[in-house]
């Protein structure tokens, strides 16, 4: 279809759209205000209908209780005089003839006397209505179901059967819906001495529908008792009264659900604007309905003469607007396809159009040519931009690329199907860990798992899985044989690529360094920084052990020179003894702390780990009078750590505590649990350590000792030697108040 068409089309729809709408909305605006004004008669219709519906239930109630205040009446209720009250019951229906269910019941329901049989004795208590209106001395109306046997009793259950149509239960026909209004009599006193019971049958009475329909002409009402119609004046093709025919089950659903139904429903056969209401007994249950209507028939003609009007005028309208709409496209399309023509132009790539005159008008087409212009200029521009952009994007790839290949590791990017997406220089040429056929090689897709060490390929895989899963990264170190039949030791670390998104990784980086003379130097240092704390050490150890000796001399002293008794020589003895012991002990614990040991994780009781190493300190902190106190927590279980490199750690943190403690001071050594972490405590009173250098006391070679007392190593390489646990150390100091460091170390490594 051409534009001059589609012009047409446009220009057709543009008014007859709006014509249509308009005609529809006409339409539709004088059917809904005629039914909204039908709708809100029925509504005042259904009000009167509602106050026809106890108009007998007030004469009823008004009468009872004027009755109700008679003496003879009470004396009668109080002796049970079921002759003399049903007497008066039948004066009474001689000037209420409609009341169909009329007796004496005392305090627990129990009749005392009756209009409709001379039986006694049995319980008229409309579910508990009865007793309520006796309980709370108050008078009741209420519409309620009267089962068939209490009808049967009363021989009233002939007037109340109804035939129903067909499918509903035998037992919904031959109950009866009657307006029941409980009057209470009580005695001077107060105290209930009965009620009287008054009911007005609804089945098959049609006094509310015809006595609407003579105040209202034209109304239509029906009393329903759950779905079967009993009272109407709705009549069907053959004129009779639709009483046992049942309202529709939508409508009676909808009475359930919002207690209410206005609107359009169908009976016998017949649609009517309706309003229903629905009918509730004294215990708050739907039990029926009342309907009042309006045949819709009478609304279907108006409507009709409505929509042929309309009609009629929008037709003339497209007739018209077919006319001007094909000038109109004549005038439009000429310089529209003028454009087109030099739109296929710059369609095959000729940017260098120019659109000429089109754009000198002040109208749209003119504006679509200007933009036109606009349009070409702009993609000239663009086109300048992105070869620009271009080249800016290879030279920052060149970038990168001297960038990853100038790092001293083998760095791999992996998918997640474990083929290698990126890799640098250093892995193409001498990677320990994926071993390709050749070096060099291109690795772009090849399964990095494949080209591993067999012996490590599960245990790197499964760590290689968990990065991809959790998106944490993970670290491992493990040693390898290097080309030359070397042990090489290798570091490996294994994180996600970033890509702002939490959850699973598309991509991870494996960077691998190879790091054994790393940790043969690491290993000299700690070789060293034990060497000086036991050369710290030693003077008082020395100490320690000139005690006990100068005691031994003495003793051998007075053996040789004295004459001494059997008693007195084996006192002596005992005494050499323990000195000997004690030197023992004390030269055994210090040859255990400066021995080399391979390194080795092990189960270690801390606590009895730092109770062998503390007597070492015992004369260092005597000497400065200072107190040293271990309070290890109760039930710590061993942990998986290297005995001796923690043990170093806390030497290390110890001697630095006492050489902080000048005079009298304190130092304490603790252990605890904090949450998922062993906690070792050692904290001083002593100087402190400054906020500036605060920042610093990990890095390594720095010290605030003098020349000679420290290499400033000990801190960096504890907290190397931490960190490899899967640990932390951390450090609270004030100037003048003292330091507390705490080694956390993981009680489970694997969660760490």
């Known amino acids: 279809m051409n534009i001059g068409s589609k012009l047409i089309l446009s220009f057709l729809l543009a008014t007859l759209l709006p014509t249509v709408f308009l005609a529809f909305l006409t339409t539709n605006l004088i059917s809904s205000s005629k039914k909204e004004d039908a709708q809100e008669t029925i509504n005042n219709n259904l009000k009167a209908a509602w106050m026809q519906y106890y108009a007998r239930a007030y004469q009823m109630q008004y009468g009872m209780l004027q009755a109700s205040t008679e003496r003879a009446i009470k004396d009668a209720i109080r002796r049970k005089d079921s002759s003399l009250l049903r007497a008066q019951i039948i004066e009474w229906k001689r000037y209420r003839p409609y009341v169909d269910l009329w007796a004496f019941v005392d305090p627990k329901a129990y009749t005392i006397a009756s209009y409709n049989t001379q039986a006694t004795g049995y319980r008229l208590s409309f579910k508990g209505l009865v007793e309520k209106s006796i309980s709370l001395k108050s008078s009741f109306i209420s519409t309620e179901i009267v089962p068939r046997d209490i009808l049967t009793l009363e021989r009233i259950d002939a007037r109340a059967r109804i035939e129903s149509e067909t499918g509903v239960a035998e037992s919904a026909v031959k109950d009866g819906m009657m307006l029941v209004v409980i009057t209470p009599v009580m005695d001077g006193s107060g105290a209930v001495l009965g009620a009287i019971i008054t009911g007005d049958l609804i089945n098959n009475d049609s006094f509310v529908p015809d006595t609407l329909a003579e105040s209202i002409p034209g109304s239509l009402v029906t009393i329903a008792m759950g779905q079967v119609q009993v009272s109407t004046n709705v009549t069907d093709k053959n004129g009779r009264r639709t009483v046992g025919h049942l ?162 590791y083998c760095l791999y990017v992996l998918e997640r199907s474990k083929a290698i997406v990126v890799w640098n220089r250093h892995a193409s040429e001498a990677c320990p860990i994926c071993r390709c056929d050749s070096p060099g090689e291109d690795c772009h897709n090849e399964n990095f798992m494949a080209h591993t060490p067999d012996g490590l390929r599960g245990e790197l895989e499964k760590i290689v899985d968990s990065v991809f899963e959790t998106g944490r990264a993970r670290s491992i170190e493990y040693k390898l044989s290097g080309p030359d039949g070397a042990e090489m030791v290798i570091f490996t670390s294994i994180f996600p690529v970033l890509t702002g998104v939490q959850g699973p990784a598309e991509y991870v980086v494996w960077m691998s360094e190879d790091v054994t003379k790393k940790k043969e130097m690491e290993s000299n240092i700690i070789s060293s920084e034990k060497l000086a704390a036991v050369g710290q ?67 270690t009781d801390l606590n009895a780990m730092i109770q062998g190493i503390i007597p070492l300190f015992v004369h260092s902190v005597k000497g400065k009078d200072v107190s040293l106190v271990v309070n290890l927590g109760q039930g710590l279980p061993p942990i998986l750590v290297d005995k001796h490199q923690i043990e170093q750690i806390l030497v290390n943190l110890i001697l630095n505590a006492v050489q902080s403690v000048s005079g009298a001071g304190r130092i304490e050594v603790s252990t605890k649990y904090e949450g998922r972490w062993f906690c070792i405590q050692v904290a001083d009173n ?52 003292g330091s507390t460091f705490k080694v956390l170390l993981p009680i489970n490594p694997g969660q760490a």
């Open 537 to 603: 050490l030693a003077a008082g150890i020395a100490h320690e052990v000139n005690n006990p000796l100068g005691g031994i001399l003495n003793c051998l002293y007075n053996f040789k020179n004295c004459s001494l008794t059997d008693e007195r020589k084996a006192e002596y003895l005992d005494f050499m003894e323990d000195g000997i012991r004690r030197v023992q002990k004390i030269v055994r614990q210090l040859l255990e702390f400066s021995q080399q040991h391979a390194p080795e994780l092990t189960l």
């Open 247 to 408: 309202i529709p089950g939508q409508v009676l659903g909808e009475i359930n659900r919002s207690l209410g139904y206005r609107g359009e429903t169908e009976i016998a056969q017949k649609a009517y604007v309706a309003a229903f209401d629905p009918i509730i007994n004294y215990e708050a249950r739907i039990i029926g309905s009342l309907f009042v209507g309006v045949p819709k028939e009478k609304f279907v003609e108006l409507q009709y003469r409505n929509i042929k009007a309309v009609t009629t005028i929008a037709l003339l309208g497209f007739f018209m607007a077919t006319g001007v709409a094909s000038f109109l496209t004549y005038v439009i399309t000429r310089p529209i396809l003028s454009l087109k023509k030099k739109a296929q132009m710059v369609s095959s790539g000729d940017l260098n159009v120019r659109i000429g005159s089109a754009t000198q008008g002040k109208d749209e087409i003119a504006d679509l040519a200007r933009t036109f212009e606009l349009m070409l200029q702009s993609l000239r521009d663009k086109e300048h931009s992105i070869k620009a952009g271009q080249e800016k994007v290879a030279t920052q790839k060149k970038l990168i690329e001297s960038i990853i290949n100038s790092l001293p």
């Open 686 to 737: 002593g100087c402190g350590i400054p906020q500036d250098n605060l920042k610093r006391i990990f890095d390594p070679f720095f010290t605030t000792k003098g020349v000679g007392k420290g290499t400033g190593l000990g801190l960096s390489v504890s907290r190397g030697i931490i960190e490899r646990h899967k640990g932390r150390i951390e450090v609270e100091s004030q100037p003048g108040k």
